[in-house]
């Protein structure tokens, strides 16, 4: 499994010298998605998508980062405290 960073406009990914390219192979790869979301965050990334590769065993997971936007988690998720 890799995850990359994929600009939503140019489908170009991130590389590991902060440049844009639209070659897969040589995209900056994170361990996981929140290592990726935590990277857009720290770096101001605009619009973006997060993309875990299964390679051909599976389709890919877009996971959408768009930056200032709330979480649509509740935020406690106990249900005993939901009423």
């Not at 389709?59 to 200032?68: A, K, M, S, T």
Request: charge should be neutral; include cysteine; glycine fraction near 4%.
């Amino acid at each position: 499994m890799n995850v990359f960073i994929q600009n939503r406009k140019t489908l170009d990914y991130l590389t590991a010298d902060k440049k844009w390219t639209p070659d897969g192979h040589n995209a900056l790869s994170f361990r996981t998605s929140s290592d990726a979301f935590a990277y857009c965050v720290e770096h101001s990334l605009g619009d973006c998508d997060i993309v875990v590769h299964f390679g051909r065993s599976a389709p890919d997971v877009r996971l959408p980062f768009r930056p200032g936007q709330p979480s649509t988690a509740p935020s406690n998720p106990d249900p005993a405290t939901q009423r």
